[in-house]
């Protein structure tokens, strides 16, 4: 954890700011203790901890918010706690005359005009705010204050009614381990049978080849297309967006919204592979009905190493100002193009997906969300919420629940989506349909109109909106389906074969919710069983730890330690385990002189988040043994040892191909079989391959996530491990 930039803090004087406090206390201006003090200014989280930014005291953060209180907008404009490109671009991107006219006011004035002006008040001056501006009068308003904002501004989609007062929307993610078809269609099924889904179509992709990518956007738009709804809910496939644009290069009307992860500076969006001219040429191509759709979450930044000093409630706000920014762009190439100005653009925040280092409770997981919502509407943006856990956060599976209903009354545009609060692919915890109906139930929000009207014609409600007999049913769905493709078989025999999909479904670990419990919003008791069962597998595996007996089942096994100092530090201080130990160092680096440049290949085992996914039934030994043969009759020359890293993450295996591949030239390749986050059911691996000169090698820290691509879910009971090894071996070749 970073040390503070101060010992003490001065009390400030009678209306002093925070500028002149830092120029009378310091007797000079002073940028390290600038940026602590705006960080001391947020409520508590991990995250700011580890920059040495939170306050170390009440007295602290309450000092640090009074000064923030009274200075001026303008000032802050004026001190940018780091700059670079993509900042000065968003700040010019700002109409300059709405900027002028608020510059004098203070903080404290512009929260209490937040709370105290009505909606149009506040609309006409938000232009002008800032991203840094915007984080830092959040930084000031409770949990009550957070919520009075965020249910008094709204900026609903182009032509729909999602993002307005009194609607909650859906996003459906209907992720399946093995992009299986079949699994993302009846997953579409099951949301529609509880009559959920409004805003999106949306699935991560476990590969990211384009044909494989193609294929699922095809699944997505064929059914949509056949419930006659493709031009009010869009399909996305969440892959890296040059990979979508080269999808839809190749198959013209194939894509329909674009997705992008974003980060809060130049620097950590390189490591999305993102830069500003990538995403402005991507936005200046989006004319249709559906354009850009972003990802972002608080802690991204620092957790790629790219903190720069500054919370992360400035980072995620400079993120929403590049979704601000880019939405113009879309704008104005539609208006370029004789169409209307009106881009359908929106922003989720994913607020929980990185685990305990950013924050540990589900009373942070609130104040995050809450904080988040604020910061989009401001910015003018339609934003949802991932409202999520990893196993690894002291935020339990019933925990969700609570948050979900301490966050509704800021009425984000939407959330999340999925059978059961497990995501079957990613292995987190999130929103479930039955989530929504009980949202719906408690606090009178509505699903967009005309996505309300289908699932009325549907049969899933009726006319007064209250479940039929069919809710619930997803078989019911798939008749509809087949009905609507001209099926003519009875629907006995369509039944049937209903009943047996959703087996095989579930047979490769995806969940199929049917019908409810005491109420439409309760989980049925047998599901609600399973679920727990699954919640509590994954907390084992998490703290498990790999045992001396695996290592004397790997063949030429060399043990690799990190800095971590035992599980519980390696859990909440990831970075322990992205560096390696001296003593480590050492050997890889015997290792290195005894195989000269005989090798151009190193594979290596880490235990990451799943020790047992990498113990279970063999599978991780048949992984290798396989993914060496086909390296090696792919041309690829691989070291004998298997690096075998305990604590290790992803990083870790960038540090181990800087010691090999130093000083070497020519493409070095490096194939790390890591265990993943549990909770999807499966006791999965991934393979994430790295390809790259001898010169980038010889770099430390140059060799990051930006260049690595995985081949992930590999598990005997959904990625078979020969199958995976053939798709590795496919990528790395093309990457060679």
């Known amino acids: 954890m970073a040390k503070s930039a101060w010992s003490e803090v001065s009390d400030p004087l009678p209306d002093e700011d925070l500028m002149a406090w830092i120029f009378r206390t310091q007797g000079r201006w ?85 709370l105290d002006r009505d909606e149009s008040s506040i609309h006409r001056i938000r232009l002008g705010l800032s991203s840094d501006v915007i984080a830092c009068v959040t930084k000031l ?14 900026n609903p989609l182009p032509g729909t009614r999602i993002g307005s007062r009194g609607y909650m929307g859906a996003r459906i993610q209907p992720n399946s381990p093995t992009d299986h078809p079949d699994d993302i269609r009846w997953q579409v099924f099951n949301a529609f049978a509880y009559a959920v889904g409004d805003v999106l179509v949306g699935t991560n992709p476990v590969s990211s080849e384009t044909e494989s990518v193609l294929a699922v956007e095809e699944t997505l738009r064929e059914l949509l297309e056949t419930f006659g709804i493709a031009e009010r809910l869009p399909h996305c496939v969440l892959a890296h967006i040059d990979v979508q644009a080269e999808v839809e290069r190749q198959a013209p009307g194939s894509t329909a919204l674009w997705f992008q992860s974003i980060a809060g500076s130049d620097a950590a969006n390189a490591t999305f592979d993102v830069s500003l001219e990538k995403m402005l040429l991507h936005a200046s191509h989006r004319t249709g009905s559906f354009g850009l759709y972003f990802e972002t979450g608080q802690g991204a930044d620092f957790t790629n190493g790219h903190g720069r000093g500054t919370d992360m409630l400035i980072h995620e706000s400079r993120k929403y100002g590049l979704a601000r920014g880019l939405t113009e762009v879309v704008s104005r190439t ?11 653009v929106h922003l989720n925040d994913v607020a929980g997906f990185i685990g305990p280092e950013v924050f540990r409770s589900r009373a942070q997981l609130v104040r995050c969300c809450l904080e988040d919502i604020v910061m989009g509407k401001l910015h003018g943006l339609m934003i949802g919420l991932d409202v999520c856990t990893t196993l690894h956060m002291d935020v339990s599976l019933d925990d969700l629940g609570w948050c979900i209903d301490q966050i509704m009354p800021a009425n984000p545009g939407y959330l999340m989506a999925l059978p059961t609060r497990i995501d079957p692919m990613l292995g987190y915890l999130t929103t479930s349909f039955h989530d929504h109906v009980h949202v719906r139930a408690k606090f009178g929000y509505r699903v967009e109109d005309a996505m309300w009207k289908f699932y009325q014609e549907l049969g899933v409600i009726d006319a007064d909106g209250r479940p039929t007999e069919h809710f619930g049913d997803p078989v019911w769905v798939y008749l509809a389906y087949c009905k609507r493709k001209g ?55 998490i703290w498990a730890e790999l045992p001396q007996e695996f290592t004397d089942l790997l063949p030429v096994a060399v043990p690799v330690a990190t800095r971590s100092i035992d599980r519980n530090d390696y859990i909440l201080h990831p970075t322990s385990g992205e560096e390696l130990a001296q003593e480590s160092l050492e050997t890889l680096a015997e290792i290195k002189d005894r195989i000269g440049t005989d090798f151009d290949t190193v594979l290596v085992v880490s235990d990451g988040l799943n020790a047992l996914a990498v113990t279970s039934d063999d599978q991780c030994l048949e992984l290798l043994s396989e993914l060496r043969r086909t390296l090696k009759a792919a041309g ?101």
């Not at 700059?83 to 404290?108: H, N």
């Not at 539609?334 to 359908?344: E, T, V, Y």
């Open 334 to 344: 539609r208006q370029q193009q004789g169409l209307s100005p009106d881009a359908w």
């Open 141 to 154: 308003l409770n949990h009550d204050e957070l919520i009075a904002v965020g249910a008094k501004v709204f």
């Open 636 to 736: 690829f020359r691989v070291t004998p040892e298997h690096l075998l890293v305990r604590s290790g993450r992803v990083r870790a295996g960038y540090r181990i191909g800087e010691t090999l591949f130093a000083g070497r030239s020519g493409p070095l390749h490096l194939a790390h079989v890591i265990g993943e986050r549990p909770g999807s059911g499966h006791r999965t691996l991934s393979i994430y391959m790295t390809s790259t000169d001898g010169s980038q090698w010889s770099v430390p820290g140059t060799v990051d996530h930006n260049i690595t691509k995985v081949v992930s879910g590999i598990a005997r009971t959904t990625l078979r491990p020969d199958q995976a090894a053939e798709a590795a071996a496919r990528i790395l070749l093309s990457m060679a």
């Open 30 to 114: 002073d940028d390290n203790l600038y940026r602590s003090m705006l960080g001391a200014a947020n409520e508590f989280k991990e995250g700011d901890a580890i920059l040495g930014i939170a306050a170390e005291s009440d007295k602290q953060r309450a000092i640090a918010r009074q000064l923030l209180s009274s200075t001026r907008i303008g000032d802050i404009d004026s001190h940018p706690p780091f700059d670079d490109p993509m900042y000065v671009w968003t700040r010019k991107s700002m109409p300059a005359e709405a900027t002028r006219q608020i510059q004098g006011m203070t903080l404290g004035e512009l929260k209490t005009f937040l």
């Open 487 to 541: 099926d003519m078989r009875s629907q006995e025999e369509v039944t049937r074969e209903a009943h047996a999909q959703i087996e095989q479904v579930r047979s490769r670990g995806v969940f199929i919710a049917q019908g409810y419990g005491q109420h439409p919003s309760a989980v049925p008791p047998e599901l609600e069983t399973q679920i727990h069962a699954i919640y509590d597998d994954a907390k084992a595996c």
